[in-house]
Every structure is written in C-alpha cells, then in structure tokens.
C-alpha cells in the first residue's frame, strides 16, 4: 500500500506538580481523618500535636521530593517525545517528495516483487498502482535487451553494489520510452539489504533532442556538402549542356547524332536538378521571392497534379475566396506541391484519393500551435492521401535526404527533404501527420504576405531576343567563359572577356559596357564586391551574376541587390539570352543598387 504520513504523537506530560498536590492532600486526610486524630482534641497532649505535625511534616517533605523526581522524568519524556514527532514529520516529509517527485520510483522486496510504487512510475508507466504492487517489474519490459543486461543487473545488486543503466521500457499502451535508472539496495539497522529501491529519470524526451541534434548535424554536413562540389560540378555540367547545344545548333549532325546530343543535354539537365535538390534541402540557394497567391498558384497546378497522379487516384482541390498572399520563389513553391504529390502517388499503388486544401488562418499568443510555428497570419496548405500511411520510425525520418522507403532504383530519396528546405528557406514549416492504414497529411505553415500577387502568364515563350549592345564576361573558369561567350555572340551581342576582377575593371574603364555578367566566386574578390567597384564609375551598368552555388551572405539575403539579376548553373542559351535582353531592357535607376542587405 501506498505509504501513509505518521501521525504525530502528543508528549506525555505527567504535571508533576498536581501529583504531589494530590499526594499531600491524600496523606493529610489520612493522618488527620484518623479515628486517633479525632478522638483527640486538637493538640491535646504535646506528644499526639508533636506525632501529627510530624506526619504533616513528612508528608510535605515526600512531597517535594516526588516533584523534583516527577518534574524531570517529565521533563524527559517531553524531550523524548517532541523529537519522535520531529522524525514522523521529517517521514511524512520525504514521503510526500516522493510522493510528489516527477521522477518514477519503484521499491521490490528481494526476490523482486513490487512493495510501492509513486505516482510518477505510474504515470510514466501507465499502470495502476493496484495492477503493479505485488507484481514484477517485468510488466514494462520492452524486449529490447538481451538476458545479459539483466544477468549483469542482479549480479551487481546480489553483491549488494547499486547498479546504473539505462532501460528501453514499455508502457500499458504499448508505446517504448527509455529511461535512465539507478537501483540501490535498502538495508536495515544491522546492514542486512532487506529491499531494492529503483530511480528512474524518463530521458525519452532528451533522447529525442539528442538524436535530432546528431540527426541535423549529419544533415548539415550533407549540405555542407552539397554546396562545397555544387559550384565545381555546375560547372562541368554548364560546359557539357553549353557544347550540346552548340552541337545541337549545328546543321552538319545527322539525325542520330542530334538526338546523342540532346541525350546529353537532358542528361545534365537531370544532373542538375539532382544538385538543386540538394542545395533546396540545404537550404543554399538563391531564391527570387515573388508576392503569390497560393490558392491561385494550386489552381494552375491542378491539370499539371491529376495527370501526375493517374486516373486510379482522385484528386480534390478546396481553396477558400479570401487570397492566400505569400512571398515566396513561385517556382520552388512548384516544386513543393509536385513532390508532395509524387509522394502521395506512391502512397497509393492501387488508387485513393489526394486532397489539397488552402485556407488562411490567425494564431494568437495563447492558440494551440505546433512548434516552433510562431503566432501570426499564415496561409496554410494541407495536403493528404488515403495510402497506406507511416509509423513512428518512418515518420521521424520522413524529411531526411536520401531516406526513402521505395525498392532500389526508385527515388532519390530528396523529394521531401527537398520540400522541407524550399518551405524553410521561405521563412515557413512543414508538419507531417500519419499512421499506419491511415494515409498522410502533409501541412505547410507560409507567412501571409499583405502585397498584391504578380499575375502570372501561361503564354508560350516569344522567339528568343537579340542585341547588339557591349557585355563585360566575368569567369574564371576557361571552358565556361567559352561556352558563355559562344552563346551571347551567336545572339549578336559584343563580348568582352575577363579571367579576373582586374582585368575587368580595365576593359570596363575602356569600354563602358552596357551588362557585367560576373561568376559570385572569382579568384581575388567575390562578384557582388567587383559589381559594386566597377558600378562605381558606371552608374548605368546592369549586373547579372552566375554561379553554381551561393554564397552565405546571398543565401541570408534572398538576392544580390535590387539591381542585380542571379542565374544558376548549368542554364541553357534560352535562360541567359532572356534574362540578358530583360535586364537592358529594364528602366535604369540613376545608381545601381548592388547591396545585399535587405
């Protein structure tokens, strides 16, 4: 039973004074309620007055010597008394702390049987206090461990040592938490052990926290990866896709021969989508946020989503009327919706249903809210299936690159690590909720933006733009200068040349140019630092800035400047030929703007 706080106990006062009252009142009514007394009159005779003053006389005498010895067996007593009461309140003390203690306590006779357990071990356990006294601390066993780990348990405490471990438990419900423990043995006055007491701290929690940690410190040197062979790699692939379609432009290739090429091309375009992914997931990435409606945008997506997902799954878009303004990279926002598809496609071999919901929601300080999604205006998009669902191991790692639960050969594993890094990067947060045999739910958190969405236009592209107007080319790298250059003078463009910033500086001062396309990474100084020396004598000048990878500050800021355009690597003829003829022709302000701050 559960232990119970003594009761505290009164001291004995054994009123030493009224005692002896009492004695002398007894000994006087005997000495003077005599017959012999009363026969007598009072003092008649001196030898009977002489006897009974004596009688009183000694009556008084043993009387106060029966109150001294009363008053300090009393006094002994009180003290004996008052410190018992001290140790049942210290008792009742500890007994309430352990009591009320948030870590779990179990006591077991020897041979292991259940004399009390607290609140706590029945909390974290699930138990009742009727179903586990008398029981065995078997009932939370989780079949983790090996016979050894307990062999090695009793072993220590048969010794009489206390032992300290850890336990992977199991609670009524079914569910596993670890804990660390330590089991001491309980001995008596004579030092015989007579009970074992085990401690148990629930450390599911900080294990969590722990692997999470470790879990996005590996992540992070993924992405320290990624972003370390991304600027080397998208350069080789700028220079395989610039020569394919050069090659493809060439009118001396026979048919075999160009479709070799564009097997090429489409071949590095794969290539660099795969690097995309892997920046998007780390979150390195230059993005081009743009004011969208969400609703809008899933609306446009919706033909594009139904023949992805097949006929054998049902697709269900519900938007509300209010705009669902958000300020991110429409493009990448794309991409989110599209692999959260392809993720519920998968989910769903023999058909369901996959449902996309946009709604605007206000959380208040005080509203529920998944962490660490903050309180504000958010446009929320839900996406859901009916496919088969995850467990806990799964959905634990659901975000993690290259995990993926599909047979070799199939997926990368990026698709939602991917999606994870463009929500993030765009100051938002993506929640999965799921279990097995009862699909997924897929929840994306996106800061509500107050500005009007740009339209978007569904037109095919117009015939590719020339110039003739003079471009300063920027580049280290000689077979990417090359290809770049080959591209803008096959569009009429003049093109001057530079392996350096001060080679650059020069031919500007000589040549006055009207664009500076310039590689982010140069060796001697970075791109948006020559921009800014060169911009300094001409105030006029547009800036276009190509890498295959961004630099941290451009990845804090989200661009390079309110004048400044970025193109990743590799990009086809296309790409820069558009964004070339968009940056001449747009409205010069008086000083270009090259600052990265916000």
């Given at each position: 039973?559960?232990?119970?706080?003594?009761?505290?106990?009164?001291?004995?006062?054994?009123?030493?004074?009224?005692?002896?009252?009492?004695?002398?009142?007894?000994g006087?009514?005997?000495?003077?309620?005599?017959?012999?007394?009363?026969?007598?009159?009072?003092?008649n005779?001196?030898?009977?007055?002489?006897?009974?003053?004596?009688?009183?006389?000694?009556?008084?005498?043993?009387?106060?010597?029966?109150?001294?010895?009363?008053?300090?067996?009393?006094?002994?007593i009180?003290?004996?008394?008052?410190?018992?009461?001290?140790?049942?309140?210290?008792?009742?003390?500890?007994?309430?702390?352990?009591?009320?203690?948030?870590?779990?306590?179990?006591?077991?006779?020897?041979?292991?049987t259940?004399?009390?357990?607290?609140?706590?071990?029945?909390?974290?356990?699930?138990y009742?206090?009727?179903?586990?006294?008398?029981?065995?601390?078997?009932?939370?066993?989780?079949?983790?461990?090996?016979?050894?780990?307990?062999?090695?348990?009793?072993a220590?405490?048969?010794?009489?040592?206390?032992?300290?471990?850890?336990?992977?438990?199991?609670?009524?419900?079914?569910?596993?938490?670890?804990?660390?423990?330590?089991?001491?043995p309980?001995?008596d006055?004579?030092?015989?052990?007579?009970?074992?007491?085990g401690?148990?701290?629930?450390?599911?929690?900080?294990?969590?926290?722990?692997?999470?940690l470790?879990?996005?410190?590996?992540l992070?040197?993924?992405?320290?990866?990624?972003g370390?062979?991304?600027h080397?790699?998208?350069?080789?692939?700028?220079?395989?896709?610039?020569?394919?379609?050069?090659?493809?432009?060439?009118?001396?290739?026979?048919?075999?021969?160009?479709?070799?090429?564009?097997?090429?091309?489409?071949?590095?375009?794969?290539?660099?989508?795969?690097?995309?992914?892997?920046?998007?997931?780390?979150?390195?990435?230059?993005?081009?946020?743009?004011?969208?409606?969400?609703?809008?945008?899933?609306?446009?997506?919706?033909?594009?989503?139904?023949?992805?997902?097949?006929?054998?799954?049902?697709?269900?878009?519900?938007?509300?009327?209010?705009?669902?303004?958000?300020?991110v990279?429409?493009?990448?926002?794309?991409?989110?919706?599209?692999?959260?598809?392809?993720?519920?496609?998968?989910?769903?071999?023999?058909?369901?249903?996959?449902?996309?919901?946009?709604?605007?929601?206000?959380?208040?300080?005080?509203?529920?809210?998944?962490?660490?999604?903050?309180?504000?205006?958010?446009?929320?998009?839900?996406?859901?299936?009916?496919?088969?669902?995850?467990?806990?191991?799964?959905?634990?790692?659901?975000f993690e690159?290259?995990?993926?639960?599909?047979?070799?050969?199939?997926?990368?594993?990026?698709?939602?690590?991917?999606?994870?890094?463009?929500?993030?990067?765009?100051?938002?947060?993506?929640?999965?909720?799921?279990?097995?045999?009862?699909?997924?739910?897929?929840?994306?958190?996106?800061?509500?933006?107050?500005?009007?969405?740009?339209?978007?236009?569904?037109?095919?592209?117009?015939?590719?733009?020339?110039?003739?107007?003079?471009i300063?080319?920027?580049?280290?790298?000689?077979?990417?200068?090359?290809?770049?250059e080959?591209?803008?003078?096959?569009?009429?463009?003049?093109?001057?040349?530079?392996?350096?910033?001060?080679?650059?500086?020069r031919?500007?001062d000589?040549?006055?140019?009207?664009?500076?396309?310039?590689?982010?990474?140069?060796?001697?100084?970075?791109?948006?630092?020559?921009?800014?020396?060169?911009?300094?004598?001409?105030?006029?000048?547009?800036?276009?800035?190509?890498?295959?990878?961004?630099s941290?500050?451009?990845?804090?800021?989200?661009?390079?400047?309110?004048?400044?355009?970025?193109?990743?690597?590799?990009?086809?003829?296309?790409?820069?030929?558009?964004?070339?003829?968009?940056?001449?022709?747009?409205?010069?302000?008086?000083?270009?703007?090259?600052?990265?701050?916000?």
């Open positions: 039973m559960t232990p119970r706080r003594p009761q505290g106990r009164l001291p004995v006062n054994l009123h030493p004074g009224r005692i002896a009252i009492g004695y002398i009142v007894v006087l009514v005997w000495i003077y309620g005599s017959g012999f007394a009363l026969r007598l009159p009072i003092f005779g001196f030898t009977e007055a002489i006897e009974i003053f004596k009688g009183t006389g000694y009556v008084l005498v043993t009387a106060a010597g029966l109150y001294v010895v009363l008053a300090r067996r009393s006094r002994a009180d003290t004996a008394q008052r410190e018992l009461i001290a140790v049942d309140e210290q008792r009742a003390r500890l007994v309430a702390a352990v009591e009320q203690s948030e870590e779990a306590v179990v006591i077991t006779d020897l041979s292991g259940i004399t009390y357990v607290n609140p706590a071990f029945q909390r974290v356990s699930g009742t206090e009727r179903e586990l006294l008398g029981g065995n601390p078997n009932i939370v066993r989780s079949g983790q461990h090996e016979p050894e780990f307990y062999a090695q348990l009793w220590a405490l048969l010794r009489g040592e206390t032992w300290q471990g850890r336990f992977i438990n199991r609670n009524k419900e079914g569910a596993t938490y670890e804990a660390d423990s330590v089991i001491t309980v001995r006055a004579r030092g015989v052990v007579v009970a074992y007491a401690l148990q701290h629930d450390t599911t929690r900080e294990r969590t926290l722990e692997r999470y470790a879990e996005a410190g590996r992070e040197a993924v992405g320290q990866l990624a370390g062979i991304a080397d790699f998208n350069n080789l692939l700028m220079i395989v896709l610039g020569h394919a379609e050069l090659l493809s432009a060439s009118d001396s290739l026979d048919d075999s021969a160009c479709e070799d090429v564009q097997q090429i091309a489409h071949a590095s375009q794969s290539a660099a989508a795969l690097v995309r992914q892997l920046l998007a997931f780390s979150r390195r990435q230059v993005l081009e946020p743009a004011v969208v409606d969400l609703q809008l945008l899933v609306g446009q997506l919706r033909p594009m989503i139904a023949g992805l997902l097949g006929s054998a799954i049902t697709l269900e878009v519900k938007s509300g009327t209010a705009p669902s303004a958000v300020l990279d429409a493009g990448q926002l794309e991409q989110v919706i599209v692999n959260l598809a392809v993720n519920a496609r998968d989910a769903m071999p023999t058909g369901g249903t996959f449902t996309m919901s946009v709604s605007n929601v206000n959380i208040g300080p005080t509203d529920d809210r998944p962490e660490p999604v903050r309180p504000g205006s958010y446009s929320v998009l839900t996406a859901s299936d009916t496919g088969s669902g995850m467990d806990a191991a799964t959905r634990n790692r659901v690159p290259f995990f993926t639960t599909k047979p070799q050969g199939r997926g990368t594993g990026l698709g939602l690590a991917t999606a994870h890094g463009i929500v993030s990067q765009s100051g938002g947060f993506l929640f999965v909720d799921s279990e097995l045999g009862r699909g997924s739910t897929f929840t994306v958190y996106l800061p509500h933006h107050d500005g009007t969405p740009a339209p978007r236009s569904d037109n095919s592209p117009d015939p590719m733009p020339r110039g003739t107007e003079s300063l080319l920027v580049e280290d790298e000689k077979p990417v200068r090359a290809v770049i080959r591209a803008l003078r096959q569009l009429g463009y003049t093109v001057l040349v530079a392996h350096d910033g001060e080679e650059a500086a031919l500007a000589d040549n006055h140019p009207s664009l500076l396309i310039a590689d982010v990474r140069l060796p001697g100084i970075d791109g948006p630092s020559l921009a800014a020396q060169i911009a300094g004598n001409h105030p006029d000048l547009a800036v276009l800035f190509v890498s295959g990878y961004a941290e500050a451009m990845i804090e800021n989200g661009s390079l400047g309110t004048e400044a355009a970025f193109l990743a690597k590799p990009f086809t003829s296309d790409d820069l030929g558009r964004q070339v003829r968009a940056l001449l022709d747009r409205p010069r302000t008086s000083k270009t703007d090259l600052s990265t701050s916000d």
